[in-house]
């Protein structure tokens, strides 16, 4: 018999949160932001849950043909553009929209042979100081790229920094604003600006908004706003079962590193998920779990294949029992995934594309073409 743990994708969350996104820019076409393998859900995965969208967005030129073969045909933004020249074969091949960031990727599409003029997105680095064109050199590589007879359209984009306004050092998006308008004032082409955070929370005009994280069901300012504020739904699920179970007496420890000593008599259940399936080591003792569709608590170090959880809010739980390690539990619990995160110190992104290999995920899956 396989270990008990499995992963879930919930299409109909994924459906729903893609409808927040519209209803938070009713205005705009929207990306689904399907990069790092769907934030760890799998492309053919959320594929069905997210084909309501407008285009897909991503960067990894594999990723892009694997939505190509669940039948999309609509529009995909590659986020990076061309890695090399012969990248930009591909995307004359698959139609392809691409990102151009920087003047090797103009001289890389100067001297692309194709008969199917791209699309582009120019990149403005309006601060954050990753991608993109200076201000200053905004206009002249408008100007270049425009003169191409390879590019038939042109838009303009940015990305922003400091949208979820959770850090101390945060600036905000004003500065970024004002910067993208004052560069591309009186520039042709679609917009396009708004990240999830940005959606949600500053309700900005542009023609195309990148929706990421939201539509994975994780608020992406937490622990400010939860998804029951923003209206969202997880979209996936990891779930075990308790493996075995033990009964402490004060002063006994718990796993490696005893860093938890039971006070008193203390019920605990040991569940089939360590680290080694994506569950973070850094989780510290008290890290909400279900058990039963029962909150409760983790207990001492997450080990490589097993963690610990409190039995005493769940009695009648024992071997087999059902275990929530994030997402939808029975008779519908609830365990964002964002609350696991915060109590590694880390956000809902990194654990969902960190979801081990080797942990069977189960979902709508679009079939790829052999
Ligand atoms: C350029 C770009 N747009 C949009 C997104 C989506 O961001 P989020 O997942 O926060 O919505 C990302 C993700 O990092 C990105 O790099």
Redesign the pocket.
Known sequence: MPRPIEALIHSDALAHNLARARAAAPDAKV?A?V?ANA?GHGIERVFDGLRGADGF?L?DLAEAERIRACGWRGPVLL?EGAFEPRDLELCSRLNLWH?VHCSAQIDWLAAHKTHTPHRVFLKLNSGMNRLGFAPAAFRAAWARVNALPQVDEISL?T?FSD??EQSESSRGIAHQVTAFEAATADLPGERSLA???A?LRHRLRSDWV?????CYGSA?DFPVRDIAHWGLQPTMTLRSRLIATQSLRPGDSVGYGSSFTAEAPLRIGIVACGYADGYPRHCATGTPVLVNGVRTRTIGRVSMDMVAVDLTPTRDAGIGSEVTLWGRGPHGSLLPIDEVAHSAGTIG?ELMCALAARVPVHGAAIAAPA
């Open positions: 990306w932001v990069k934030y967005a960067l986020l990102v984009m990305h949208a979820d990240n999830s955070a959606i990148r929706a990421g994280i939201l992406p992104y």
